[in-house]
């Protein structure tokens, strides 16, 4: 069993930035790949960006060269680097991991992001 433990979220004014972070309870080599999701009220979960244990990142259209995925192997956490907010980023955000032994997904608790002024 896998836990992901997220931090990080809160509210923002528009334009500002916050910084996402996941914790695995394992090495995060052992899950490819990890990544961010976000679900706003009344809308279906969506990807936000997913790095894979070979360095390889995929964003969403909506959080290309604002957001940033990275992650610090020997502390296994994936951050989430969000610039320039918007009021449509507000959503829940949940990090995301799938073990590489047997493609079992896991989810993170989520974590609350809300841009207003």
Wanted: proline share 3%.
């Amino acid at each position: 069993q896998v836990q992901l433990v997220e931090s990080g979220g809160g509210l923002v004014q528009p334009g500002g930035s916050l910084r996402l972070s996941c914790t695995a309870s394992e090495n995060i080599f052992r899950l490819n790949p990890m990544g961010w999701y976000r679900q706003a009220p009344g809308n279906q979960r969506e990807l936000v960006a997913t790095i894979t244990r070979g360095g390889i990142i995929n964003y969403a259209d909506s959080a290309k060269g604002r957001f940033t995925i990275s992650r610090d192997s020997a502390k296994n956490t994936v951050h989430l680097q969000m610039n320039s907010l918007k009021p449509e980023d507000t959503a829940v955000y949940y990090c995301h991991a799938i073990a590489a032994i047997n493609g079992i997904n896991y989810w993170g608790q989520g974590t609350q992001v809300t841009v207003s002024s």
